[in-house]
């Protein structure tokens, strides 16, 4: 047994505490810390109406799965001694340079030091002007047709956050293309650019992937456009094992 414990549970007993405040304490030392994200919001450029929605559906993925959801616009909360809270960072449609040169340093560290990452559909319209974002993210935004109904290929069938979806995925969304595509990394989905129009990218257009990066674990999905997507079980279902991946083992199912 834990020494603290047994110091504690030795003075409550001493000075008559009932069996149950003895229970209390005992659970309440013996549970690990509950992991943490931060959902970050803050945008500088278009904002997406589904914003809202979006943290919605992260703060119920985190109370049915015994995650810690804190959320913020305030580009304050990037310094060292706040993002060591936090398993992993949520930039959920983020756009703009949201970020000042203080901060980008607080978020690297964080990273470095095995923090985690995840970017939902507009992160990657975010802070074009800081070259280690844009290999943190994977990609730039580089426009998009209208929002259509295609189809997603499955790449990787595999891994969590896409062994759910059938390998042909019809879904409606803002189809991104991007400024280069990814390199260095995994990737998870595909657009079939033959179901749409307006793609760019041919037959190699990728929308979801994730990588280890300069000492910590990144995930981006450019789904997301509307607030009805963060209702759709499937889609949840992919956002859920993202969160699993870029938080590291020990996050319960």
Same mark, same amino acid.
């Given at each position: 047994?834990?020494?603290?414990?047994?110091?504690?549970?030795?003075?409550?007993?001493?000075?008559?505490?009932?069996?149950?405040?003895?229970?209390?304490?005992?659970?309440?030392?013996?549970?690990?810390?509950?992991?943490?994200?931060?959902? !970050?919001?803050?945008?500088?450029?278009?904002?997406? %109406?589904?914003? /809202?929605? +979006?943290?919605?559906?992260?703060?119920? &993925?985190? %109370?049915?799965?015994?995650?810690?959801?804190? #959320? #913020?616009?305030?580009?304050?909360?990037? =310094?060292?001694?706040? &993002?060591?809270?936090?398993?992993?960072?949520?930039?959920?449609?983020?756009?703009?340079?949201? &970020?000042?040169? @203080?901060?980008?340093?607080? *978020?690297?560290?964080?990273?470095?030091?095995?923090?985690?990452?995840?970017?939902?559909? @507009?992160?990657? =319209? #975010?802070?074009?002007?800081? /070259?280690?974002?844009?290999?943190?993210? +994977?990609?730039?935004?580089?426009?998009?047709?209208? /929002?259509?109904? %295609?189809?997603?290929?499955?790449?990787?069938?595999?891994?969590?956050?896409?062994?759910?979806?059938?390998?042909?995925?019809?879904?409606?969304?803002?189809?991104?293309?991007?400024? %280069?595509? /990814? =390199?260095?990394?995994?990737?998870?989905?595909?657009?079939?650019?033959?179901?749409?129009?307006?793609?760019?990218?041919?037959?190699?257009?990728?929308?979801?992937?994730?990588?280890? !990066?300069?000492?910590?674990?990144?995930?981006? #999905?450019?789904?997301?456009?509307?607030?009805?997507?963060?209702?759709?079980?499937? *889609?949840?279902?992919?956002?859920?094992?993202?969160?699993?991946?870029? =938080?590291?083992?020990?996050?319960?199912?």
């Amino acid at each position: 047994m834990n020494p603290y414990l047994v110091i504690i549970l030795d003075i409550m007993m001493k000075k008559g505490c009932t069996i149950l405040a003895l229970l209390f304490t005992i659970n309440a030392i013996a549970q690990p810390p509950q992991k943490k994200v931060l959902v !970050f919001s803050r945008t500088l450029g278009y904002h997406h %109406a589904s914003i /809202p929605e +979006g943290i919605a559906a992260i703060q119920q &993925l985190g %109370a049915q799965h015994q995650l810690g959801v804190d #959320t #913020t616009t305030n580009s304050a909360w990037f =310094t060292t001694d706040t &993002l060591r809270h936090y398993a992993a960072v949520i930039f959920l449609s983020t756009s703009g340079e949201v &970020l000042d040169s @203080a901060q980008q340093r607080a *978020f690297q560290k964080y990273i470095r030091a095995g923090g985690g990452y995840m970017g939902i559909h @507009a992160a990657s =319209t #975010t802070c074009y002007s800081w /070259p280690w974002y844009g290999r943190l993210v +994977g990609a730039y935004f580089n426009g998009h047709p209208k /929002p259509q109904e %295609a189809i997603v290929n499955v790449i990787d069938h595999q891994h969590a956050t896409t062994r759910h979806l059938p390998v042909k995925w019809k879904w409606l969304d803002e189809w991104y293309n991007f400024k %280069a595509l /990814p =390199t260095d990394v995994h990737i998870l989905l595909k657009v079939d650019e033959t179901t749409y129009t307006g793609g760019k990218h041919g037959a190699d257009h990728p929308i979801a992937w994730y990588h280890e !990066f300069d000492g910590g674990r990144a995930f981006y #999905t450019a789904l997301g456009h509307f607030g009805t997507s963060y209702k759709e079980p499937l *889609f949840l279902q992919h956002l859920w094992e993202g969160i699993v991946y870029v =938080t590291g083992p020990g996050l319960p199912g």
